[in-house]
């Protein structure tokens, strides 16, 4: 199995408590609470991409021979 990248996972449990977090809010008709959910979806997705990114340019950077 390979190996688990537990920053990713936390992100995804984070992401999943703000959606869920988002239709709790909308039934109790909480504009606020709708709000700081779609805040910290919007935040949780743009670490995760950042982070791949960054692990991408620094696998990247290893694969790269020095000439």
């Given at each position: 199995?390979?190996?688990?990248?537990?920053?990713?996972?936390?992100?995804?449990?984070?992401?999943?408590?703000a959606?869920?977090?988002?239709?709790?809010?909308?039934?109790?008709?909480?504009?606020?609470?709708?709000?700081?959910?779609?805040?910290?979806?919007?935040?949780c997705?743009?670490?995760?991409?950042?982070?791949?990114?960054?692990?991408?340019?620094?696998?990247?950077?290893?694969?790269?021979?020095?000439?």
């Amino acid at each position: 199995m390979a190996n688990i990248q537990w920053i990713f996972v936390l992100y995804s449990m984070v992401v999943a408590g703000a959606l869920g977090a988002i239709g709790i809010a909308l039934a109790e008709r909480s504009i606020l609470g709708m709000i700081v959910s779609f805040m910290i979806i919007i935040l949780c997705m743009g670490a995760g991409f950042t982070t791949k990114k960054k692990q991408r340019e620094r696998l990247q950077q290893k694969e790269v021979p020095a000439e």
